[in-house]
């Protein structure tokens, strides 16, 4: 469907000019006016992304809001953006949280404060972008691109080991990147272009399907983050600032979902058929292992991180099984309920670890730690926000209800179709996920006041009830009725998996 | 109909999002009045639900509300289920909630949380609607664990208490353990059936009785096995089943009306519902209708036992709650499912009236628990007095009170089963009738007979609670007595359950013992007659009357002479002792030990930091390179985008 108005073009650039003037103004001096056009550059941007759903014609598989025009000729590069069922959702949690994330800071970043504001906007022009490029060098323009202002953002306003955590951060992400750049040259001089949805069609020997799911593995393995590669997670969201941790793990985090579920599967289904053991694997372990390592986490910031892999191991579960349960499944609608699984439970936990983060901001802000041990009967002097931060704990423990049940049920129902086993090992998660996340609640929220300081704290006023409130109304909106998410993905995700059961040799 | 059964749900709902969320504007008399409104409308609802089914003989409703998602075929829909056995379940639970709402304007008047604790009695009134309407398993498992989360929030109510964050902590865990093997019965019943819709899946049932699913290599277990051994592990942990049983004594830290309302009449039943609701299922698998068998006779005596031990009265209510879910689990077991039912439904009344009598009781003690420290209530609280009377004459099964014709019932149909275990479960039913009868008297006769153990002179004087809290007593003491008189004949002989339950004829032990039924004052007589349940209940009583008013100094005697057996009763078999002390500090190791070897030192310290170090001068130099400043990253990476676009050039 092509529309007149160039929606991801505006949704693109809006943000990235916004952060010029942002910049413009900071440099005048006028940092209060800098932060509201902040603020209206990004509610702009979200309103003009609702478009995205409002036009989203859920009866097609296509790409929808296509733009293309010749970009580097010579290279057969295109300017080339559209939005499918799997990118779509994304996109509108990006511009969904950029202003949420940019109230986190209002009042409470004073250091450069009109830079801060100009990379969150650069930084939300630059990841829709990643989310809606159909071109792949675009793609990869817009993927290495998107590191510098979250580099900044933990460099400059980030805590005291910031260095280390944005070095380790770099090498990792980097690491993959050059190799995932490779691959694409690759599929390109293959192609003929760098087409996306030409790679797609792309011909491929079991070799090169395999030489180029590894590259692509090591990209998107480490922005999942996938175990072994997970380390550099826990730290940068502990030096991050708080926005940071927001936008790190609730959109960049799915980078990495999405890459596998753009290019991985459908480039190199075979390669991903043959090592689908290997990421099932890797997926559990990040359920299992991860969980028990979060249980013993004292800083609450490195909990949720530690929490976060556990749950984006259900993205990486979900989208790996379809061929198990391609296999073994009782012909039912098994493949769709996984990647479907998957899918929600990206946004879900965009959503849920965006508004926990912002929870340990909240607290941080007042008494300048995240060590729950400094905490301990919040409730009894911030119950507004005692009432929040326990809805959004009990969804991260996959509540029925709160968008966090959705995504783990789908995929834990899908499991078993390929697995009995396998299902047994993703369903502790049930156990280990209300474990850690309610233990840190019991510990940090409930209990007798015991610490002075927590004596003093003040409630959640207006514009931090504001943020919060309005990601409560998205968890539960989602958990009690996912049918305008799920149906939006139906159609993309049934034409991928037919695509991705047929094999390229 | 459609519009009543919305009604039934979503009015304590509402009142619950009005009260919960109205914060300062609501005052206290608002919060109850908007809530017991609530309910009251859900209950005259539920009365009309019912009148519809029976007089008017409507037929059974099976409908969507609204589509949840859709998912290539697989619908998953909210919906509701509405046959005799939902009406009767929606009739019990919006009465009871409607006198422990009344109840608790007594109870709680003093309490700063006041307008919460309504609202969430309101909200869970809200979850076990939904629970026990349901048409689907995705509904079923939503009601299933919002009933879960209320009652941690109810059980850590009082939050500044360490016992009631820790007890509420673990009783969400546990019940999260069910759930891990509920969600599982529901994957396998999916993978079977491909459908999460009851009426399809149960009709479904007969065929998966052949269907077997490859567990490791070589060895196939039946899939309708697993799947109902599945549920039913959610069920003992929701019912508190031996072992999952842990947490429901300890649950007892909240206040007294949600012990009565959650933990003893409706949430812990519903694991027996779920059960009974799946009879379709459950039909089919000899397997799990074995276990539950075994589970709940071992259930119902040997937490029985340890009711006699206890010394808090809440906890010796909740001991006898435990071992009657036991009770019921049986029934269950030996596909007497209307018996279970029946018996959940007596027993919500008089255990709710039980524990609402022990709230009065800690009202008028001042918040003192301790039965040893009570003594003589008699005479201050009559009211009091003669509904825990009324409650503990239920329990025990005295003839003619509803506890009798449930339990009789349940017992017969046990003695006349040839189920593998029905020998065993017989014996321990019988056990328990003498056990019940034991610890009930034991704690009634410490609490109303005898002289009072503390001083209870000047001020201290306890007085009768106030109407609120006295009628909610009588209203339930009232069903009590009466309830059983008209409903045994249809709910366990008739065709009541027609068209809920499903009994296969060879299990049919209900119908066996229905054959001698001509009427509930003939099923008394003929009970009398050829069962020993009532006389072991009188010996039971004469026991505790003998030993706590008769000869209390024999007490110790007995004691010594039973030190082991005493020892391990009062710790409750060591199970607490098994997680506290031995499993969780394992997980707690295993944590830190992944941590910190496994992350720490094998991945960070050795792959990690050790391929950083050879670039560390890479990295001095990027640490030179951030100033902060925007455009030198910007110009940083303009460069490096010159260089790669440089080289793909040089390359093509």
């Known amino acids: 469907m092509e529309l007149d108005l160039p929606v991801l073009s505006f949704i693109i650039w809006l943000p990235i000019f916004s952060a010029v003037i942002v910049l413009w103004l900071g440099s005048l001096g006028e940092a209060e006016i800098g932060k509201f056009v902040a603020l209206a550059a990004s509610l702009f941007t979200f309103a003009a992304s609702i478009l995205l759903y409002t036009g989203f014609d859920i009866a097609t598989a296509n790409m929808q809001f296509v733009e293309k025009a010749t970009w580097i000729e010579r290279f057969r590069a295109d300017y080339y953006l559209g939005v499918d069922g799997i990118s779509m959702p994304l996109v509108l949690l990006t511009t969904f949280l950029t202003p949420i994330v940019i109230i986190a800071g209002w009042e409470i970043i004073r250091v450069r404060s009109t830079q801060y504001f100009a990379a969150f906007l650069l930084l939300e022009g630059l990841m829709v972008g990643v989310f809606s490029a159909l071109d792949g060098l675009l793609f990869y323009v817009f993927w290495e691109a998107m590191l510098v202002p979250m580099f900044l953002i933990i460099g400059v306003w980030g805590g005291d080991r910031r260095v280390y955590a944005t070095v380790k951060f770099f090498l990792y992400t980097f690491l993959g990147s050059v190799f995932m750049l490779v691959a694409l040259i690759y599929l390109s001089l293959q192609a003929g272009s760098y087409s996306i949805l030409d790679f797609h069609e792309l011909p491929l020997s079991m070799f090169e399907q395999l030489m180029i799911f590894s590259a692509f593995l090591l990209a998107f393995a480490v922005k999942v983050p996938m175990w072994p590669v997970h380390t550099w997670l826990p730290d940068a969201h502990v030096e991050a600032p708080t926005g940071g941790s927001v936008i790190l793990a609730a ?20 390669a991903s058929q043959a090592l689908d053991w290997l990421m099932i694997g890797l997926s559990l372990i990040a359920i299992v292992y991860i969980s028990f390592v979060a249980l013993a986490q004292q800083d609450m910031k490195k909990l949720i991180a530690y929490s976060s892999i556990a749950h984006m191991g259900f993205v990486t579960l979900g989208f790996f099984i379809v061929f198990s349960i391609a296999l073994n499944g009782n012909g039912g609608d098994g493949t769709r309920l996984a990647l479907q699984g998957g899918m929600v439970q990206m946004i879900s936990h965009g959503l849920i670890s965006g508004a926990l983060f912002l929870c340990v901001g909240v607290m941080y802000d007042r008494l300048h730690t995240r060590q729950i041990h400094d905490y301990g009967g919040v409730i009894n002097t ?85 943020m919060l409130a309005f990601l409560a109304l998205a968890i539960l909106l989602i958990g009690v009725w996912p049918a305008p998410l799920v149906e939006v993905m139906e159609q993309t995700l049934g034409q991928l998996i037919e695509h991705v059961l047929q094999s390229k040799l | 109909m459609e519009a ?57 409703y099976n409908g969507t509300v609204y589509h949840w998602a859709t998912i290539g075929n697989l619908s998953m829909e909210i919906g509701f289920l509405v046959d005799h056995l939902t009406a009767l379940m929606v009739s019990v639970v919006t009465l009871i909630s409607l006198a422990v709402h009344i109840y608790t304007i007594g109870y709680m008047k003093e309490d700063p949380g006041y307008q919460r604790f309504f609202s969430y009695i309101s909200l869970f009134t809200f979850a076990m609607l939904m629970l026990v309407m349901s048409n689907n398993f995705l509904q079923l498992f939503f009601g299933w664990e919002a009933v879960g989360v209320v009652s941690y929030l109810l059980i850590g109510f009082w939050y500044k208490r360490q016992a009631a964050i820790f007890a509420s902590l673990k009783a969400f865990l546990v019940n999260r353990v069910g759930d891990f093997g509920f969600l599982l019965g529901i994957a396998a019943l999916l993978w079977a059936t491909g459908s ?50 842990i947490w429901l004594p300890d649950s007892m830290e909240g206040p007294t009306p949600i012990s009565a309302l959650i933990h003893a009449a409706t949430m812990v039943t519903a694991g027996i519902f779920m059960v009974a609701r799946m009879s379709p299922l459950f039909e089919f698998s000899e397997t799990a209708l074995s276990l539950i068998l075994v589970i709940g006779a071992t259930t119902a005596f040997f937490a029985g036992l340890l009711g006699i031990v206890q010394d808090d009265i809440k906890r010796v209510v909740a001991y006898s709650t435990v071992s009657q879910l036991g009770y019921m689990t049986v029934a269950l077991g030996v596909s007497a499912y209307s018996a279970g039912i029946f018996h959940l439904a007596t027993h919500a009344f008089f255990k709710a009236l039980l524990f609402l009598a022990a709230g009065s009781v800690i009202m008028a003690m001042h918040h003192e628990q301790n039965i040893k420290k009570m003594g003589g209530l008699r005479r201050y609280m009559p009211i009091t007095y003669w509904s825990a009377l009324i409650g503990t004459l239920a329990l025990i099964g005295f003839p003619g009170f509803s506890g009798f014709f449930s339990k009789d019932a349940l017992i017969e149909a046990v003695h006349v089963s040839t189920a593998v275990s029905a020998r065993y479960a017989y014996w321990c039913l019988l056990g328990g009738v003498f056990i019940t009868a034991l610890y009930s008297f034991r704690m009634f006769f410490l609490v109303f007979h005898g002289e009072a153990r503390t001083e209870l002179s000047g001020k201290k004087t306890p007085k009768e609670s106030p109407i609120v809290m006295t009628v909610p007593l009588i209203i339930l003491a009232v069903f009590s007595v009466v309830i059983g008189w008209p409903t045994i004949g249809p709910l366990l002989f008739g065709d009541f359950f027609a068209d809920s339950l499903r009994v296969l004829d060879h299990h049919d032990v209900l119908g066996m013992v229905g054959t001698e039924f001509h009427g509930p004052t003939i099923f008394i007589a003929h009970s009398m007659m050829s069962s020993p349940v009532v006389y072991l209940a009188g010996a039971g009583s004469l026991t505790a009357w003998f030993f706590y008013l008769k000869r209390p100094d024999l007490r110790d005697l007995i004691k010594q002479r039973i030190r082991l057996l005493h020892h391990v009763l009062v710790n409750k078999y060591y199970f607490d002792y098994l997680n506290e002390v031995f499993l969780l500090p394992r997980v707690r190791q295993a944590a830190n030990f992944l941590w910190h070897f496994g992350d720490e ?16 001068s890479v990295s001095s130099v990027i640490r030179n390179m951030q100033s902060g400043y925007l455009y030198h990253y910007a110009f940083s990476m303009i460069i490096g985008l010159a260089v790669l676009v440089g080289w793909m050039v040089l390359r093509t």
Request: glycine letters at 10%; aromatic letters at 10%.
């Open chain 1, 382 to 466: 911030m119950p507004k926000f005692a009432a929040l931060m326990v809805l959004f704990a009990l969804a991260n423990a996959g509540l029925p209800g709160t968008s966090g049940f959705v995504g783990e049920f789908f995929v834990i129902l899908a499991a078993f179709q390929a697995n009995l086993w396998i299902a047994f090992v993703a369903a502790t998660t049930l156990v280990m996920g209300a474990a850690y996340t309610l233990w840190m609640v019991k510990r940090v929220v409930f209990g007798d006041i015991t610490n002075k300081s927590v004596g003093t704290l003040q409630d959640i006023g207006h514009r931090e009830f504001s």
């Open chain 2, 4 to 60: 009543v059964y919305l009604g039934i749900v979503l009015s304590p709902l509402l009142a619950a999002l009005i009260v919960g969320l109205g914060g300062r504007l609501i005052s206290r008399p608002t919060a109850h009045w908007v809530t017991i409104i609530g309910v009251l409308a859900s209950f005259l609802l539920s009365l009309l639900v019912l009148k519809d089914l029976i007089v008017d003989g409507a037929q059974v």
């Open chain 2, 196 to 245: 999460l819709d009851y009426k399809q899946v149960f009709d479904d049932a007969e065929r998966l009785s052949g269907v077997s699913i490859t567990v490791f290599s070589g060895v196939d277990w039946s899939i309708l096995s697993l799947a109902c051994i599945c549920l039913f592990v959610g069920a003992m942990a929701k019912s508190a089943q031996m072992p999952l049983h």
């Open chain 2, 601 to 616: 030192n094998i991945i960070d310290g050795r792959l990690v930091n050790g391929s950083a170090r050879t670039i560390a």
């Open chain 1, 251 to 270: 959109v960049l985090l799915k980078m990495g979902g999405y890459g596998f579920i753009r290019f991985s599967l459908p480039i190199t289904p075979d």
